[in-house]
């Protein structure tokens, strides 16, 4: 990820400094919704206060609101990114799944970007950052994507939606309607969250075991696998249907001695994070309805684990 800038290069002091640089936060946690990837998300950003700071200190001054400005450059920014991942992920290798996002007491010190900020104090980890909000975020339009997290995320009015998507505001209201329907197609009962890590703890045991029985009781008899090794390392090709089948896979996998599977936080939620030699190869994040768990996201790709590993 790239290190964002503060101030002009050259030197010129912000006209407006707290109004552009407290608007950094926001501005990843809608970008992060947008492209569900903390990587592009940095870069979105930086990219907005590149912009910024091109302008000259007139133009600056004229801005009437510096954080209209930027979430504007953003949004079109995250819609063009947006258009041009759906070309990119026609030809990525296997699944693609949502970069995961480590819970405040995982991330570690001396990230591999030369942070050593905790991205959970940027991005509020609310239900729209999980990781089955995201995925069905992942079936929209970029256009449908940007004005629902605008408006519905961000309470964004439509007239300012409309002028950064570039449509009419009433075409901006179907554009979120349409994504609503579509979130609330998905949507099943939620489990209370005792319950949710209490499945994730036993489904960690009975994976240790090779409990097949185990397994099969705690999935779904429809539960559904997903692996994403981006082509970098070996992962599922294509998801796992069927409890038994599930079981059978997460059975039968080789685990090293030196692998490590811990409990932790996967975007707010309870999950599972395998460490082979201090590193974190793998992260697992579950959807569970019912005491049941519904589906099964594994994160295998190294880039999309770099949040999670140390300098």
């Known amino acids: 990820m790239t290190t964002l800038p503060t101030a002009p290069e050259d030197g010129r002091p912000d006209p407006v400094p707290g109004a552009v640089t407290g608007e950094r936060?926001?501005?990843?946690?809608?970008?992060?919704?947008?492209l569900g990837s903390l990587a592009e998300a940095e870069d979105v950003v930086q990219e907005t206060y590149a912009r910024w700071y091109a302008m000259s200190r007139r133009q600056q001054e004229a801005v009437a609101s510096p954080g209209g400005w930027l979430?504007?450059?953003?949004?079109?920014?995250?819609?063009?990114?947006?258009?041009?991942?759906?070309?990119?992920?026609?030809?990525?290798?296997?699944?693609?799944?949502?970069?995961?996002?480590?819970?405040?007491?995982?991330?570690?010190?001396?990230?591999?970007?030369?942070?050593?900020?905790?991205?959970?104090?940027?991005?509020?980890?609310?239900?729209?950052?999980?990781?089955?909000?995201?995925?069905?975020?992942?079936?929209?339009?970029?256009?449908?994507?940007?004005?629902?997290?605008?408006?519905?995320?961000?309470?964004?009015?439509?007239?300012?939606?409309?002028?950064?998507?570039?449509?009419?505001?009433?075409?901006?209201?179907?554009?979120?309607?349409?994504?609503?329907?579509?979130?609330?197609?998905?949507?099943?009962?939620?489990?209370?969250?005792?319950?949710?890590?209490?499945?994730?703890?036993?489904?960690?045991?009975?994976?240790?075991?090779?409990?097949?029985?185990?397994?099969?009781?705690?999935?779904?008899?429809?539960?559904?696998?997903?692996?994403?090794?981006?082509?970098?390392v070996t992962a599922l090709p294509h998801p796992i249907e069927g409890a038994e089948h599930i079981a059978r896979f997460f059975a039968g996998l080789t685990r090293p001695g030196r692998l490590a599977v811990r409990e932790c936080t996967v975007n707010g939620q309870p999950g599972l994070a395998a460490r082979l030699d201090d590193v974190v190869v793998s992260v697992y994040a579950f959807d569970i309805a019912d005491g049941r768990i519904r589906r099964i996201w594994a994160v295998l790709n190294p880039e999309k684990l770099r949040p999670w590993q140390t300098g």
Request: proline letters at 6%; glycine letters at 6%.
């Open 25 to 34: 936060r926001r501005l990843i946690n809608l970008a992060y919704r947008m």
């Open 71 to 232: 979430t504007k450059v953003a949004g079109r920014i995250c819609l063009d990114v947006l258009r041009s991942a759906r070309v990119r992920r026609e030809r990525y290798v296997g699944e693609w799944v949502p970069e995961p996002l480590p819970g405040r007491t995982e991330w570690p010190v001396g990230a591999t970007d030369g942070s050593t900020a905790d991205p959970a104090d940027r991005i509020t980890l609310d239900e729209s950052v999980g990781m089955a909000f995201l995925v069905v975020l992942e079936s929209m339009t970029p256009a449908e994507r940007v004005a629902f997290v605008l408006h519905d995320v961000f309470r964004y009015p439509f007239s300012e939606v409309a002028d950064i998507v570039g449509r009419t505001p009433a075409a901006c209201r179907q554009l979120a309607s349409s994504a609503r329907r579509r979130i609330d197609a998905s949507r099943t009962p939620s489990s209370p969250a005792a319950q949710r890590a209490r499945v994730v703890r036993e489904f960690k045991q009975a994976w240790e075991a090779k409990d097949i029985n185990a397994l099969v009781g705690l999935l779904d008899p429809d539960a559904t696998a997903v692996g994403d090794g981006g082509g970098l």
